[in-house]
Structure formats: structure tokens, C-alpha cells
């Protein structure tokens, strides 16, 4: 499943994902999954996101140390939202719209990104 998903997310993203550690096969496996693919899903696009080589980097995952999932549970919405838009915007330049922009690659429109980032407070640092 997870080699699926980083084959189906790796093109869509611009990365090519050729290798996921033993490591992390374990990690993925011992965690319960209460949201089921889903969440398997959300965990697997966001690791080809945040991966800067060929290798799934899930450094960033809460659930990575053996958490019960206290840590995350005390982020806001708004501050995993905040996080996830920025990942995109570092991997596309800060390039908001056309075919390899942080809109499409988000799944809305450019105004729409450009509304969520104002509402929370992300500009491009110079």
C-alpha cells in the first residue's frame, strides 16, 4: 500500500520516492491507523511532500516516537493547516498558481490559497 501511494503521489508532486527504510516500514506498521487508508493516505502524501531526496522522510510525523497521539492532539487545525501550506509553497518555489503551483498541488483554487494564507498570516519571507 505504501509503495502505491508514493508511486501515485510522487508524479502528481514532482518527486520520485524509490525507497522507504525498514525503519519506517515499522513505524507505519505498528500504528493503529484509526483513521484507516485515509489517514495512511494524508500521512503518505504529505511524507512525499516534506521528502527532499528518494527516500519517505517521516521525521515530521508526531506519531513517528511512539506517541499516543497526546502531542498531536494539542496543534490546532489552523496550525497543522499553516504547516502543511507552507510544506507546499517551500516545495513549489512559493509559487502559488498555474500547472506546478501550490494551488493545484493543494487541490483549490489560487484565490482560494491566497485567502487561506492571509487568514493565516503566511507571507514569503525575502
Do not use: C, F
Request: hydrophobic share 40%; aromatic share 6%.
Amino acid at each position: 500500500m505504501v509503495r502505491y501511494l508514493t508511486l501515485k503521489y510522487g508524479p502528481l508532486l514532482g518527486k520520485r520516492i524509490s525507497n522507504v527504510s525498514p525503519a519506517i516500514m515499522r513505524m507505519l506498521q505498528t500504528y493503529s491507523w484509526p483513521g484507516n487508508v485515509r489517514e495512511l493516505e494524508n500521512v503518505i502524501e504529505r511524507a512525499t511532500i516534506l521528502s527532499a531526496g528518494a527516500e519517505l522522510d517521516l521525521g515530521w510525523w508526531p506519531m513517528r516516537t511512539g506517541s499516543t497521539g497526546r502531542a498531536a492532539a494539542t496543534r490546532t487545525l489552523e496550525e497543522v493547516e499553516r504547516e502543511h501550506i507552507l510544506a507546499v509553497l517551500e516545495l513549489t518555489g512559493w509559487r502559488v498558481s498555474g500547472e506546478r503551483g501550490a494551488a493545484g498541488q493543494l487541490g483549490m483554487k489560487p484565490t482560494t490559497l491566497e485567502a487561506r494564507m492571509k487568514k493565516l498570516g503566511i507571507t514569503r519571507k525575502e
